[in-house]
T-cell receptor
């Protein structure tokens, strides 16, 4: 069964450092999402891609966060500089199409701890 | 605008007892509703979804949910709890014209042996 891959699974960094997370969606899935999940809360959408284009980045803190999906396949989310409040689980999800009924398939996530 | 409210951040049931996790939604247009499960340090896995076909939706692992428009609810049930059901459960909503998923704050289910 195809799965969404993410790496690393865990990342510890010091504040002001740069971090990057990688996501490889299920093959053929055109839509890719990055979510942030703070401990004890539900995931919140940071950015959504349709192929290589950003569809929604309204909740992405653009002064420090960036995301790209250059060839419309895998994606990278970067934080520079990291702040203490960025400690969270970062989840990547993908779906076949950009439709409300479509199931989003989630990867295992990257747990970030900023010291 | 769309939102989801999950009543009860923690629910405990005995093994073999009925599981009931509550979800109420708010949406200005007909919603699509999802239940996801999350085990510790893992991603989310879809249990079931409502996409305007049958109002009673059956999912994996013996779970089901009923869409009730009059009550704006989509509660998740399982007749008999198993130890392996212990996890965090999230209700989420999208709607026609907006594929963005809005999640509730989650309910942690504990199974008592």
């Amino acid at each position: 069964e195809a799965e969404v891959a993410q790496s690393p699974r865990y990342k510890i960094t010091e504040k002001s450092q740069a971090v990057a997370f990688w996501c490889d969606p299920i093959s053929g899935h055109a839509t890719l999402y990055w979510y942030r999940q703070i401990l004890g809360q539900g995931p919140e959408l940071l950015v959504q891609f349709q192929d290589e284009s950003v569809v929604d980045d309204s909740q992405l803190p653009k002064d420090r966060f960036s995301a790209e999906r250059l060839k419309g396949v895998d994606s990278t989310l970067k934080i520079q500089p990291a702040e203490l409040g960025d400690s969270a689980m970062y989840l990547c999800a993908s779906s076949r199409r950009r439709e409300p009924k479509e199931t989003q398939y989630f990867g295992p996530g990257t747990r970030l701890l900023v010291l | 605008a769309q939102s989801v409210t999950q009543l009860g951040s923690h629910v405990s049931v005995s093994e073999g007892a009925l599981v009931l996790l509550r979800c109420n939604y708010s949406s200005s247009v007909p919603p699509y509703l999802f239940w996801y499960v999350q085990y510790p340090n893992q991603g989310l896995q879809l249990l079931l979804k409502y996409t305007s076909a049958a109002t009673l939706v059956k999912g994996i692992n013996g779970f089901e949910a009923e869409f009730k428009k009059s009550e704006t609810s989509f509660h998740l049930t399982k007749p008999s709890a198993h130890m392996s059901d212990a996890a965090e459960y999230f209700c989420a909503v999208s709607n026609f014209g907006n594929e963005k998923l809005t999640f509730g704050t989650g309910t942690r289910l504990t199974i008592i042996p």
